[in-house]
């Protein structure tokens, strides 16, 4: 079981920059894949970054590729997202989700098990 806490999230203007985190708490993080989604008022959750289980491969959706970085500290069980150059269609609440990496892809939305709360973020024109 892994449980998920998101922080950070808050109102920016645009151009902005913002971090957001998510604290896990799993006795083996290092066996997952994480994930940042985030959901857009009346539209679905999207996958828009992820990292594998051992941080070799990072994944960006279109919408944030070379604007936002994601990383992950296996030592304080923390994956973070660096959000830079931040737009209005970026408001929205982001999630962080977790996915055992054993025979998942990790850039597969449907792979993630486990969920955060949500954290809001809101940018201002």
């Known amino acids: 079981q892994v449980q998920l806490v998101e922080s950070g999230g808050g109102l920016v203007q645009a151009g902005d920059s913002l971090r957001l985190s998510c604290a896990a708490s799993?006795?083996?993080?290092?066996?997952?894949?994480m994930g940042w989604f985030r959901q857009a008022p009346g539209k679905e959750r999207v996958l828009i970054s992820a990292i594998t289980w051992n941080g070799y491969m990072r994944y960006y959706a279109d919408s944030v590729k070379g604007r936002f970085i994601i990383s992950r500290d296996d030592a304080k069980n923390t994956v973070s997202l660096q959000m830079n150059t931040l737009k209005p269609e970026d408001t929205a609440v982001y999630f962080c989700?977790?996915?055992?990496?054993?025979?998942?892809?990790?850039?597969?939305?449907?792979?993630?098990?486990?969920w955060g709360q949500g954290t809001q973020v809101t940018v201002s024109s």
């Open positions: 799993a006795r083996t993080f290092s066996n997952y894949h």
């Open positions: 989700a977790a996915a055992y990496y054993g025979g998942r892809d990790y850039a597969s939305p449907g792979a993630y098990d486990y």
